[in-house]
């Protein structure tokens, strides 16, 4: 069995404005977001919308180094949740104000 | 003299919240914008903090895109104002959360 490496964490101190509104300016990656605000947290399989692997774990990295999305092992499987109580201390009102925009739907 | 050509500008219906984030994941363009909302319109050279014109030019050209920024020439310089309207219009209360926060002043 493989042992997984933990993943890196910015703490909320260390979020920076303007690597926020970049992860959330990929629809990818709005998407994913949107989604982790409706559960409690999903595994890459449920988020990756049947993408290629490759292209959606570089997504999660931009996500998590954004410190929007934080993951765990779970066994052999990552699970993600989103980091809205961090999110919230470090820019209030900041991911209700984006998530409540109405976009068109990703096809 | 030169006659220069009229900027393009999207209409507030083609405005696409992605793209709003990304101009804004930039720290000289959240800068300018930032410059904007304080006053009424400002030149590119009240704007540009000493930085090269092509530098300058790239980022203007980005905001105008996104729908953030209106330019228009005055004479032989360009005019710049915040599009507030159209965009708290199209996405409401999503400016005002994204300026709002607390950034480390850029350098």
Redesign the interface.
């Known amino acids: 069995m493989v042992l997984m490496r933990p993943f890196k964490h910015p703490a909320a101190s260390e979020f920076?404005?303007?690597?926020v509104?970049?992860a959330?300016?990929?629809?990818i990656r709005?998407e994913i977001v949107r989604h982790l605000a409706r559960v409690d947290a999903a595994s890459c399989g449920e988020l990756d919308g049947g993408r290629p692997k490759s292209t959606v774990s570089h997504h999660f990295k931009v996500l998590r180094e954004a410190g929007l999305v934080y993951t765990e092992n779970s066994g052999t499987i990552h699970m993600n949740s989103l980091r809205r109580t961090d999110m919230e201390s470090r820019?209030?009102?900041?991911l209700?104000?984006?998530l409540?925009?109405q976009?068109p739907s990703a096809s």
Do not use: N, V
């Not at 959330?24 to 629809?27: M, R």
């Open positions: 920076a404005l303007e690597r509104l970049y959330l300016s990929d629809s709005l820019f209030p009102g900041l209700a104000a984006i409540s925009q976009t």
